[in-house]
């Protein structure tokens, strides 16, 4: 209601333009929340709104705590790139947007900030007014336990209007912009997410992290995200993924660095990584995630996590795929798991002469002749797992 109140102060009926550039820039902002590929209109059409020659925003992952998206719009020219390699963590824009939140307002970085300080700052001066700048109001839309999302209005060097020119159409925007950006990290918190960059990721039954060239951790899905937190085999140590060994730490340095330099391939290697507890090793793949699709121009690698034994379909799914019945598909998914009958018949307490009728059905069931290759079309149905909790894995 109070937003409401709000613009029908600003938008009378008469200016029907005025209502209807509400609407186009409304759109514009949760169209970019569901496709993180609109960002880019979204602020054009936030900073032609309300009248200022640019603007921009930034999502930081807590967990990793990495920039895990940068965009802009206007006169700002610098290159998401080097943001997120360099300039965002030595930005302290962040800090003061924090600040702004927990006032309820937006502050402005050449009054919050001394001149002194500004003079020698590296990414004031070799960043922002090397890129056209001179002045960002901004403010921290929304913060959960995961992830921040912040927004800035850029002032150009040389801009002598006000900045915004319309601080009314500001205020009662600032709302709006809060909403999309608590639905938009509520979404990627569910696990949804557009792209690759934004999240093809989060549908990966398996682990999947982005990493830089160095192996910074930028963006992981939740799967990876519990694995990390885990500890058991892989972490994120000064930034970084790590594995439990230093050689394998090496090894998987090096697979990151050739996968991120490729910029082509389906892989760049693959490795085992030694968990804690006598657990399977995690099984490793490195490849490079193509430019542009990560959102920004900067080289980068994904690497997936795997367990072996957590690949296989289950019992239930493969006996309603081929008919099998539950001793039966129990059987099945032992073999695939490289036992043998003489195994089986002592860990079960059986007569191989039944586990042998049992496996000649199998085979029937599955038209197929030979134990291999009932273990390859086990092994090859495609498995998705609903998400665990840490105490799962234990």
Known sequence: M????????IFNPSRRCAVSSLQKTVAAIFDAVVDEGQTSAALEAVAKFVGVSGAGSVMLNKFTGQISSAAW????????????????KIDPSRALWDKAA???????V??????????HD??????LLAGGVCDILGTTLYESPSRKISCGLYRAIGDVDPSPRDAERLQALMPLLQNAA??????????????LGSGRL???????????????VVEANQAAERILRLGDGLTIRDGQICARRNFETTKLAC????????????SAGCMLVTRDGGRPSYVIRVGPVSAGEAGYDLPMAVVLVSVPNDNRVSEGELAELYGLSPAESRVAIALAQGKRLTELAAEWGLQITTLRTQLSSILKKCEVERQSDLVRIVSSIPVVHPLLSETDHT
């Open 255 to 266: 697979l990151i660095a050739s996968a991120a330099g490729s910029g082509r391939g389906l």
């Open 102 to 108: 927990a006032s309820g307002r937006l502050l402005r």
């Open 182 to 195: 608590r639905l938009r990290v509520w979404l990627i918190d569910a696990g949804y997410r557009s792209v």
């Open 122 to 127: 590296e990414w004031y001066n070799e960043w």
């Open 110 to 119: 050449s009054e919050s900030l001394p001149p002194s300080v500004l003079r």
């Open 73 to 88: 719009w206007g006169s700002f020219t610098g290159r998401p790139a080097d943001y997120v390699s360099h300039y965002g």
């Open 2 to 9: 109070a937003l409401n109140r709000g613009l029908e102060k």
């Open 202 to 216: 989060q549908h990966l039954a398996r682990g999947a992290i982005l990493t830089d060239a160095g192996g910074r």
